[in-house]
C-alpha cells in the first residue's frame, strides 16, 4: 500500500479533512453536479462569475479523499480567475493526469499535489469530478451571466 501512501500526500489529506469552500452559495448563478459511478463521488459546484470572472466558487458532496481534495482545491485554484483560465487550467490537469503532459512541463500550483493520481488510472475520475462539473456550470452560466449583468 505504499503506493497509496504516496498518492494521499499532506495537501491531499489537508484538504479532504478540511475541505476549502465547502457548503452552499448564498444566491449561486449556476450549478452543476457530477456523479462518479466507479466510485461513488457525488460532488455539486455552485458558482457567482460576472464579466467573465468566477468571483465565488463552492462545492457540496461527498465523496473518496481524491475526490474531495480535489474540489477543494479546484475551489482555490479558479476562484477570481476568468473563465478561460479556469478552462486552460483544467486542460493542463486533465493532460498531466492523462500523461498527456510531463509534471514538471507544465504550472499547476497546488493542483501538482494530484499529479500522482496519473499512476492510477481508476482514480482520474475521482481527481477530475469537481472539474468536469465546474465546466458544466460555465457552460450553463455563459448565458446566463450575460443576462444578469
Ligand atoms: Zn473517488
Request: charged share 30%; glycine share 8%.
Amino acid at each position: 500500500m505504499s503506493e497509496l501512501r504516496d498518492l494521499y500526500q499532506e495537501v491531499i489529506l489537508d484538504h479532504y479533512k478540511r475541505p476549502r469552500n465547502f457548503g452552499p452559495l448564498e444566491e449561486p448563478m449556476s450549478k452543476a453536479q457530477g456523479y462518479n459511478p466507479l466510485c461513488g463521488d457525488q460532488v455539486t459546484v455552485c458558482l457567482r462569475a460576472e464579466d467573465g470572472v468566477i468571483e465565488d466558487v463552492r462545492f457540496e458532496g461527498v465523496g473518496c479523499a481524491i475526490s474531495t481534495a480535489s474540489a477543494s482545491l479546484m475551489t482555490e485554484a479558479v476562484k477570481g480567475r476568468t473563465v478561460e483560465e479556469a478552462e486552460a487550467l483544467f486542460e493542463r490537469f486533465h493532460d498531466v493526469l492523462t500523461g498527456q503532459s510531463e509534471i514538471d512541463e507544465v504550472e499547476l500550483g497546488k493542483l501538482e499535489a494530484l499529479s500522482g493520481v496519473r499512476e492510477f488510472p481508476v482514480r482520474i475520475k475521482c481527481a477530475t469530478l469537481a472539474w468536469h462539473a465546474l465546466r458544466a456550470a460555465l457552460e450553463g452560466s455563459g448565458r446566463e451571466v450575460t443576462t444578469e449583468a
